[in-house]
């Protein structure tokens, strides 16, 4: 590892006001990939800057791209924690495997990442709601016209100081069943964090938007009857006193929060299906009474409450349109294993 220390730090943000994801922290870490180098290089840290780039670099034109999102918090008694870092990066090599990018050694990025922490400690807000949000992500550099896997690759890892992901505290949000787009279809590359997946969702999205929803729930390509996930959550139902969610079909986005949900939710006596949701079951139970609660989960929020999902024109209302007991249960639970509250009975937490 090759450390290089900015000459001078940032001026620091007010840790009270710090919205999600707009400020970085004064180094990153870069890891060059070069095939005709004998593969990866060795690791280096350096002052946040900006990236040269030759203008035919591969990735900016064929979308060679992943990208990952964890968090590392400061706890109640001072230590710095990471929440499944190994499980993002695992997650990142499949991403990989899947847009023919090389792979890494998990336990590797976790050291790189380890020291990047180290140095960037005092970025790293304590505020319950807030933490230090972790963006690695890979392209391919190799600079060429002509669709084919490039030859080299950068692996980064930046930081964001970031503070509660809702402003207004945990309201719960309005969906609008998309009816026209797609996300992902089965042998597309709804399952790999890959930068054109969203690319390609933000159309339907500014079109809820302006229709005054705060996102689209996507349907199955195929049928467009099942329901799959939210922009950058997976989805979660409470049906009859039973949590149901999306099974993973290869669409959907393997969430580690959606695994820490079921697993948490799993140990306290719930029953979590895996299933097929049909967007009528959805519909029908509402009708019936029975559709208790919804939310989303995912790192940057991650329980979000849903009030209110609009199919075909008409409105499901959720609770009330507020954040149902099991919601609000399972919140405080992650949260606090995270965050060291609770045990970490499940061997999560990775301690900087
Ligand atoms: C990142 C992401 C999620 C959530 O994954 P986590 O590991 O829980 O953060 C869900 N869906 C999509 C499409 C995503 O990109």
């Given at each position: 590892m090759k450390i290089k220390l900015a000459e001078q730090r940032k001026q620091k943000p007010d840790f009270s006001k710090?919205?999600?994801?707009k400020y970085f922290t004064d180094h990153l870490l870069v890891w060059e990939y070069d095939a005709d180098k004998g593969g990866w290089q060795e690791q280096r840290i350096e002052p946040y800057d900006d990236f040269k780039l030759d203008p035919a670099c591969c990735s900016l034109h064929y979308g060679q791209g992943i990208f990952e999102g964890l968090k590392a918090y400061k706890t109640e008694d001072g230590k710095v924690t990471m929440f499944r870092p190994r499980d993002n990066f695992e997650r990142m090599n499949r991403s990989a495997e899947r847009l023919c990018m090389a792979q890494f050694d998990v336990e590797e990025a976790v050291n790189g990442l380890v020291q990047l922490i180290k140095i960037e400690e005092e970025w790293i807000p304590a505020a319950e709601g807030t933490s230090l949000y972790i963006r690695p992500f890979m392209f391919g550099t190799e600079p060429f016209l002509g669709v084919h896997p490039s030859r080299r690759f950068l692996f980064t890892v930046i930081l964001s100081p970031v503070g509660s992901y809702y402003s207004g505290g945990l309201e719960p949000t309005r969906l609008i069943v998309e009816e026209h787009y797609t996300r992902a279809s089965q042998g597309g590359t709804g399952e790999a964090k890959c930068m054109g997946n969203y690319a390609a969702s933000l159309l339907a999205g500014e079109e809820a938007k302006k229709k005054g929803y705060d996102q689209v729930l996507w349907l199955d390509a195929e049928y467009k009857k099942y329901v799959t996930e939210v922009g950058s959550m997976n989805m979660m139902f409470v049906i009859d006193g039973k949590v149901v969610t999306p099974m993973l079909?290869?669409?959907i986005l393997r969430g580690i929060t959606r695994d820490s949900a079921i697993k948490v939710l799993k140990s306290a006596g719930y029953e979590v299906e895996e299933r097929k949701v049909e967007i009528e079951e959805l519909v029908s139970a509402a009708r019936d009474g029975l559709l208790e609660e919804a939310f989303g989960t995912g790192t940057a929020a991650v329980i979000s409450p849903v009030g209110a999902i609009t199919y075909k024109g008409s409105d499901i209302i959720i609770n009330g349109g507020k954040m149902g007991k099991i919601t609000s249960w399972l919140y405080d639970r992650i949260t606090g294993i995270q965050r060291g509250r609770y045990e970490d009975e499940f061997g999560w937490v990775k301690e900087v």
């Open positions: 710090l919205g999600f994801g079909d290869g669409t």
